[in-house]
């Protein structure tokens, strides 16, 4: 009341200047400015405004009072207005032009007449506003519906014990407003007649059009009953807004039809058959980089906002931490024998100062040809990851490593020609053999080759680079990432100094390991293009060839410690070279596990059916669609070490494939990434395996959910039950 006296003797004490400002000009009648007619449905009143142009009406000036015994009216329900800046009232919603309040009601009136009491506020662009208005208006509420309206609903009504109850036909019980609320959401408001009720988990939302795609339903909190026809539910009363998330494909205006599935009942009687309810949206016209609604994102979407939209320090900060965790990968530790090797090769006398500043040149030569690279493929919209595992290029450079090898367990020493090693001498002293420039090449080669390993901070850097066309930021992204991958690295070369014998016959044991570990790098990118079982042979082979530099099966020399270790070292080394071999004879592959062939405990692996085109992906969620069945697509190469991780330990986990459940597996094995599978990354925007895409019971991609890269088998599990549950 103190505020309505304070806001009256303020317009009151503010009109002469109004009117002064204005130019004498004597605004309209406020009964011709905000027009409105009153219109009686069954359990709601509706209130059909129409404000003259340069006039609103304030929303929280609106109240509404029965002043007829006998009915209660409800919560007035408004349609989104607009958001204003108001001189007397600050930030507010204003309604402008046509616009409908709804109102339900309960109750009966004598003779069926009511009086409805309504107080508003408006003013006008110029700055007038009139003094607060209070109006009342009579009409004829509708006769309650004849029992015979419906006779489905009567003979559900008597089946289930209802006596001579009437029931309303479902489109009063049930009655549907939408609206969009911004460009990107669709608000449906359901108005539920009194008595009756919604669930809250029979809602959906769908659409067979290309235009835009509804995402997971937003639904506000309801009330937990126990239901006789369905156990406890969660359910509605009186009026329920929800808000459906819009994925378009363009910022073009367009009209959409969505499908909004529901089911409801009355109050200890009937239940109607689930229904749905066409309506057609209108999407206003945005930009293409407009803000979109709040829905959920995946990790790699949300690393992408990092980049965009914090500072520099922010971001980079935290790629680098990325980095890091990244470096303990298995697509990142076949560097760390690449380096050692190039340290070992320095012989005997390497200082710690030129072995950290090897590794320095090692690491910005991986660091900005993974910048340069990424950044260059991003932008061309090229899987950077796929143009290096062409079999020739494998070949290529694992015989490379297979000859560095070689050369540590001392079959030829490898050196740049006479000529460059003197003009190398001469342009700097400290130069030995030009092994800077040298290993500034592995690392590059590194880059390229080795860290083939697609994760969430590096597609998120490349998305940026590629959607964005932020080079700079992406660029500075990936930088830091590389940088942060290397940070161990660094650590190598540090210690090297210390840690590796100085001179003697320990040297020559030592580099004939890291040999030992070259071959292994090479056996690991061939595994990529050739036979498991091959494979498996190599590694056995590598093994036994390590078993022999360890001393087997001639007699150990040495300190009693250290003999011991070299012991053990070399038995281990010999057991499982042979057993390796036994294994891949009885044709196993997994050198995690060699003998699984031979004894016959294989994991439980799960079975994928195997798509090539974006013409069978849709084929295929068609058919699952059919069966009411959830999908799961598996971006596969074989080389790619983290698919294969994927495969291995998470799939392969019994709590991962119970909460599968029924998913149709489906898996686009991309290993010879020609046109067909390029065809299929790009339709989802994808830029290389290991990545997953989850669609639900009706195909649609369930938008925010995506797996980049590797995870463990308990956070998958958790993330398929989040997933599937969106449904």
């Given at each position: 009341m103190?505020?309505?006296?304070?806001?009256?003797?303020l317009?009151?004490?503010?009109w002469?200047?109004?009117?002064q400002?204005a130019?004498?000009?004597?605004?309209?009648?406020?009964a011709?400015?905000?027009?409105y007619?009153?219109?009686?449905q069954?359990?709601?009143?509706l209130?059909?405004?129409?404000v003259?142009?340069?006039?609103?009406?304030y929303?929280?000036r609106?109240?509404?009072?029965s002043?007829?015994p006998?009915?209660?009216?409800g919560?007035?329900?408004?349609p989104?207005?607009?958001?204003?800046?108001?001189?007397?009232f600050?930030?507010q919603e204003?309604?402008?032009?046509?616009?409908?309040v709804?109102?339900?009601?309960?109750?009966?009136?004598?003779?069926?007449s009511?009086e409805?009491?309504?107080k508003?506020?408006?003013?006008?662009?110029?700055?007038?506003?009139y003094?607060p208005?209070t109006w009342t208006?009579?009409?004829?509420?509708?006769a309650?519906?004849?029992?015979?309206?419906?006779?489905?609903?009567?003979?559900?009504?008597?089946?289930a014990?209802?006596?001579?109850?009437e029931f309303?036909?479902?489109?009063?019980?049930?009655?549907?407003?939408?609206w969009?609320?911004?460009a990107y959401?669709?608000?449906?408001?359901?108005?539920?007649a009194?008595?009756?009720?919604?669930?809250?988990?029979?809602?959906?939302?769908?659409?067979?059009?290309r235009?835009?795609?509804?995402?997971?339903?937003?639904l506000?909190?309801?009330v937990i009953?126990?239901d006789?026809?369905?156990g406890?539910?969660e359910?509605?009363?009186?009026?329920?807004?929800?808000?459906i998330p819009?994925?378009?494909a363009?910022p073009?205006a367009?009209?959409?039809?969505?499908?909004?599935?529901?089911?409801g009942?009355?109050e200890?009687?009937?239940?109607?058959?689930p229904?749905?309810?066409?309506?057609?949206?209108?999407?206003?016209?945005?930009s293409?980089?407009?803000?979109?609604?709040?829905?959920k994102k995946?990790?790699?979407?949300?690393?992408?906002d990092?980049?965009?939209?914090s500072?520099p320090?922010?971001?980079?900060?935290?790629?680098?931490g990325f980095?890091?965790l990244?470096?303990?990968?298995?697509?990142?530790?076949?560097?760390?024998p690449?380096?050692?090797?190039?340290?070992a090769?320095?012989?005997?006398?390497?200082?710690?100062?030129?072995?950290?500043?090897?590794?320095l040149?090692?690491v910005?030569?991986?660091a900005?040809?993974y910048?340069?690279?990424g950044?260059?493929?991003?932008?061309?919209?090229?899987?950077?990851?796929?143009?290096?595992?062409?079999?020739?290029?494998?070949?290529?450079?694992a015989?490379?490593?297979?000859?560095?090898?070689?050369?540590?367990f001392g079959?030829?020493?490898?050196?740049?020609p006479?000529?460059l090693?003197?003009?190398a001498?001469?342009a700097?002293?400290?130069q030995?053999?030009?092994t800077?420039?040298g290993?500034?090449?592995?690392g590059a080669?590194?880059?390229?080759?080795?860290?083939a390993?697609?994760?969430?901070?590096?597609?998120?850097a490349?998305?940026?680079?590629?959607?964005?066309g932020d080079?700079?930021?992406?660029?500075?992204a990936?930088?830091?990432?590389?940088?942060?991958?290397?940070?161990?690295?660094?650590?190598v070369?540090?210690?090297?100094?210390?840690?590796?014998?100085?001179?003697?016959?320990w040297m020559?044991?030592v580099k004939?390991?890291?040999?030992v570990?070259l071959l292994?790098v090479?056996?690991?990118?061939?595994?990529?293009i050739i036979?498991?079982?091959?494979?498996?042979a190599?590694?056995?082979?590598?093994?036994?060839?390590?078993?022999?530099?360890?001393?087997?099966?001639?007699?150990?020399?040495?300190?009693?410690?250290?003999?011991?270790l070299?012991?053990a070292?070399?038995?281990?080394?010999l057991?499982?070279?042979?057993?390796a071999?036994?294994?891949a004879l009885?044709?196993?592959?997994?050198?995690l596990?060699?003998?699984?062939?031979?004894?016959?405990?294989?994991?439980?692996?799960?079975?994928?059916?195997?798509?090539?085109s974006v013409?069978?992906?849709?084929?295929a969620?068609?058919?699952?669609?059919?069966?009411h069945?959830?999908?799961?697509?598996?971006?596969?190469?074989d080389?790619c070490?983290?698919c294969?991780?994927?495969?291995?330990?998470?799939?392969t986990?019994p709590a991962?494939?119970?909460?599968?459940?029924d998913?149709?597996?489906?898996?686009a094995?991309?290993?010879?990434?020609?046109?067909v599978?390029?065809?299929?990354?790009?339709?989802?925007?994808?830029?290389?395996?290991?990545?997953?895409?989850?669609?639900?019971?009706?195909?649609?991609?369930?938008?925010?959910?995506?797996?980049?890269g590797?995870?463990?088998?308990?956070?998958?599990?958790?993330h398929?039950?989040?997933a599937?549950?969106?449904?």
């Open positions: 103190m505020n309505k006296i304070k806001y009256t003797l317009i009151a004490l503010l002469p200047l109004v009117i400002a130019d004498e000009f004597v605004p309209p009648p406020p011709e400015v905000f027009q007619e009153v219109e009686a069954p359990g709601r009143i209130i059909h405004w129409s003259m142009p340069e006039f609103y009406l929303k929280h609106f109240s509404f009072t002043r007829t006998g009915i209660n009216l919560k007035a329900l408004y989104a207005g607009e958001i204003h800046e108001d001189e007397f600050g930030r204003i309604f402008r032009e046509k616009f409908t709804s109102i339900p009601y309960s109750g009966k009136a004598t003779g069926g009511f409805l009491e309504m508003l506020q408006g003013c006008a662009d110029y700055g007038f506003c003094v208005l208006a009579t009409l004829q509420l509708p309650s519906p004849a029992g015979g309206g419906n006779k489905l609903l009567a003979l559900l009504g008597n089946s014990g209802a006596g001579a109850r309303l036909p479902e489109e009063q019980a049930f009655q549907l407003e939408t969009m609320e911004d959401t669709v608000v449906a408001r359901w108005l539920i009194d008595g009756y009720y919604l669930y809250a988990e029979k809602f959906t939302a769908s659409s067979d059009s235009l835009a795609q509804p995402g997971p339903l937003d506000p909190q309801g009953k126990t006789r026809n369905f406890e539910m359910i509605y009363y009186e009026q329920i807004e929800i808000r819009l994925s378009r363009g073009e367009a009209t959409v039809s969505l499908s909004l599935g529901f089911q009942c009355a200890d009687a009937i239940c109607y058959p229904g749905t309810r066409i309506v057609a949206v209108d999407l206003p016209e945005t293409a980089d407009a803000v979109r609604p709040a829905l995946s990790e790699t979407d949300m690393l992408s990092l980049v965009k939209n500072s320090l922010v971001f980079v900060a935290a790629f680098f980095g890091l990244l470096a303990f990968t298995p697509c990142v530790l076949p560097m760390v690449i380096l050692s090797g190039i340290i090769s320095q012989g005997e006398n390497v200082t710690t100062a030129r072995a950290f500043s090897l590794s040149t090692y910005l030569g991986m900005l040809t910048t340069i690279a950044a260059a493929f991003a932008s061309a919209g090229q899987q950077v990851q796929a143009v290096f595992q062409q079999p020739w290029i494998i070949g290529l450079f015989a490379l490593f297979v000859a560095m090898a070689l050369a540590m079959f030829y020493e490898i050196q740049m006479g000529a090693q003197s003009r001498s001469d700097s002293g400290t030995k053999r030009g800077f420039i290993t500034a090449i592995m080669l590194s880059a390229l080759i080795v860290t390993c697609v994760a969430p901070p590096l597609v998120a490349l998305t940026v680079i590629g959607q964005a080079v700079f930021r992406g660029g500075l990936l930088f830091s990432l590389s940088m942060g991958m290397g940070t161990p690295l660094l650590l070369g540090a210690s090297a100094g210390k840690l590796l014998p100085k001179a003697g016959p020559v044991t004939a390991l890291f040999g570990m292994g090479a056996v690991w990118m061939v595994g990529r036979p498991g079982p091959v494979t498996l190599l590694w056995g082979a590598t093994a036994l060839v390590g078993a022999y530099y360890l001393g087997a099966p001639r007699q150990i020399t040495g300190a009693g410690r250290w003999r011991r070299r012991q070292a070399a038995l281990g080394a057991i499982y070279g042979l057993l071999i036994a294994g009885g044709g196993g592959s997994n050198p596990r060699p003998v699984e062939s031979i004894t016959g405990s294989q994991a439980n692996h799960v079975t994928f059916q195997r798509i090539k013409a069978e992906l849709d084929k969620l068609a058919g699952a669609a059919a069966q069945r959830a999908a799961l697509l598996d971006f596969y190469a080389w070490v983290s294969i991780e994927m495969e291995e330990y998470t799939f986990d991962v494939q119970a909460a599968l459940g998913t149709l597996l489906l898996q094995d991309v290993t010879a990434n020609d046109q599978d390029q065809e299929l990354l790009q339709h989802f925007g994808i830029y290389g395996p290991p990545t997953i895409v989850f669609f639900d019971h009706q195909g649609r991609e369930l938008q925010g959910y995506r797996v980049v590797f995870k463990p088998a308990e956070e998958f599990s958790a398929l039950t989040e599937f549950g969106a449904r």
